[in-house]
């Protein structure tokens, strides 16, 4: 989760996420280039006097800097592409859930077990402890297996809400009448928080995602107890 004084992206806990940050960076790289050209160029025009006795045209520049940036954007392009349909690849899952957006609560439902389903709502302030954290801390928390390829399904009871965890790279609509797929595999264990993502209505920011992480044997194990 996002602490103090941490900028940027938060650190990643999926395997896609940690690809989401590595291309953030390579961007931003680009980006830097371009900006002390773009800087070194507009000083060095104020810098000169605009006039020359001999020269009328400049083919060979105007030629460059018209296809340089097409090839820097294919440098973009093809990594994000990339991780683009890698992010849309449903790897033959070992684990559905599935999330309902309700206002303002998430609800959830394991539908490869039998009456394995649960509200989760926030942990107002009033009941807070020294270990939850506020606005984000929830009565239910989802509990999933880790590294394990999960199928992730995503819907709405009322309204337009958006399921998403930043350090899985996962945000999904959930849109009332339709079932919006997506899918991650976390890579350690731990609590990953997250907050609904589409202004809902009144109490959109009080309607926070919580997942912990767990070895699988601790996950069937918790399944077999909610399921008494
Ligand atoms: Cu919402």
Same mark, same amino acid.
């Given at each position: 989760?996002?602490?103090?004084?941490?900028?940027?992206?938060?650190?990643?806990?999926?395997?896609?996420?940690?690809?989401?940050?590595?291309?953030?960076?390579?961007?931003?790289?680009?980006?830097?280039?371009?900006?002390?050209?773009?800087?070194?160029?507009?000083?060095?025009?104020?810098?000169?006097?605009?006039?020359?006795?001999?020269?009328?045209?400049?083919?060979?520049?105007?030629?460059?800097?018209?296809?340089? /940036?097409?090839?820097?954007?294919?440098?973009?392009?093809?990594?994000?592409? @990339?991780?683009?349909?890698?992010?849309?690849?449903?790897?033959? /899952?070992?684990?559905?859930?599935?999330?309902?957006?309700?206002?303002?609560?998430?609800?959830?439902?394991?539908?490869?077990?039998?009456?394995?389903?649960?509200?989760?709502?926030?942990? /107002?302030?009033?009941?807070?402890?020294?270990?939850?954290?506020?606005?984000?801390?929830?009565?239910?928390?989802?509990?999933?297996?880790?590294?394990?390829?999960? @199928?992730?399904?995503?819907?709405?009871?009322?309204?337009?809400?958006?399921?998403?965890?930043?350090?899985?790279?996962?945000?999904?609509?959930?849109?009332?009448?339709?079932?919006?797929?997506?899918?991650?595999?976390?890579?350690? /264990?731990?609590?990953?928080?997250?907050? *609904?993502?589409?202004? *809902?209505?009144?109490?959109?920011?009080?309607?926070?995602?919580?997942?912990?992480?767990?070895?699988?044997?601790?996950?069937?194990?918790?399944?077999?107890?909610?399921?008494?």
């Amino acid at each position: 989760m996002t602490t103090w004084l941490n900028m940027s992206l938060q650190d990643g806990a999926s395997p896609i996420m940690e690809q989401l940050v590595f291309f953030h960076d390579h961007v931003l790289m680009i980006m830097l280039m371009i900006t002390t050209t773009v800087l070194y160029m507009m000083i060095t025009l104020i810098r000169n006097k605009q006039t020359s006795r001999f020269m009328l045209e400049g083919q060979m520049i105007e030629t460059t800097w018209t296809i340089a /940036p097409a090839i820097i954007l294919v440098f973009i392009a093809m990594p994000s592409l @990339r991780l683009l349909y890698l992010m849309d690849e449903v790897h033959n /899952p070992s684990l559905t859930l599935k999330a309902v957006g309700h206002q303002w609560y998430w609800s959830y439902e394991y539908s490869d077990f039998t009456k394995l389903e649960f509200d989760s709502y926030m942990i /107002p302030q009033e009941e807070q402890q020294e270990s939850t954290f506020r606005l984000l801390d929830t009565d239910n928390r989802i509990v999933l297996p880790m590294n394990s390829p999960i @199928r992730m399904i995503v819907t709405a009871a009322d309204v337009l809400h958006s399921w998403t965890i930043p350090s899985l790279g996962v945000k999904t609509d959930a849109t009332p009448g339709r079932l919006n797929q997506t899918s991650f595999s976390i890579s350690r /264990p731990g609590i990953l928080y997250g907050q *609904c993502s589409e202004i *809902c209505g009144a109490n959109h920011s009080f309607m926070p995602i919580t997942i912990e992480s767990v070895p699988t044997k601790y996950f069937i194990n918790w399944v077999s107890k909610m399921s008494e």
